[in-house]
């Protein structure tokens, strides 16, 4: 048993679960270290956001803004029509919470930027991804300029929903 400032710890160890009393009353502290690969897209598909330098501003906004609203983003990538991005899910925020955050102020940002009417298309996708996957994911989202030399959006976009099983 441990005490500090006057306050008694008590620590109790179960396999992979650590539970902390202070003073006789469970942690209020949550913790959850929840990976979400984020896809979502512009209207219609259309490759709206081409010029590298609105690209480079997209991607600065979003990592400024998540940072801004306790999004923990590991790494992201701006396409001329859909964006990926891998981020750490808060504890106080829902996976369409974030989506709506990132997706309304990201477009709002666009919209200030461009001489035209922008806007992302209604749905988006979400996966998760284990601890043991983290590098993988970082690399295909980092090299998908590579990739969409090869692949369209959309194929890409549908292997994903076949890979895990929603197409």
């Known amino acids: 048993m441990t005490s500090v400032v006057g306050c008694k710890i008590t620590i109790i160890r179960i396999p992979t679960v650590l539970t902390v009393y202070m003073g006789g009353h469970m942690s209020t502290r949550s913790y959850s270290k929840l990976w979400i690969h984020l896809i979502w897209g512009t209207y219609k598909r259309e490759k709206l956001i081409t010029s590298p330098e609105l690209k480079d501003k997209l991607s600065d ?4 803004y998540s940072k801004d609203n306790n999004i923990f983003v590991k790494t992201l990538f701006v396409n001329s029509d859909h964006v990926h991005i891998l981020l750490d899910l808060p504890t106080d925020k829902s996976i369409e919470e974030c989506v709506k955050l990132l997706k309304g102020a990201s477009s709002n940002y666009v919209n200030k930027e461009v001489n035209f009417k922008f806007n992302w298309s209604k749905g988006y996708a979400a996966f998760s991804v284990s601890e043991s996957n983290i590098d993988k994911i970082i ?5 998908q300029e590579e990739h969409h030399r090869k692949k369209s959006y959309l194929e890409e976009y549908t292997g994903f929903l076949e ?5």
């Open 163 to 167: 890979k895990h099983n929603l197409g």
């Open 61 to 64: 906004f979003l990592s400024s």
């Open 139 to 143: 690399t295909y989202i980092n090299k």
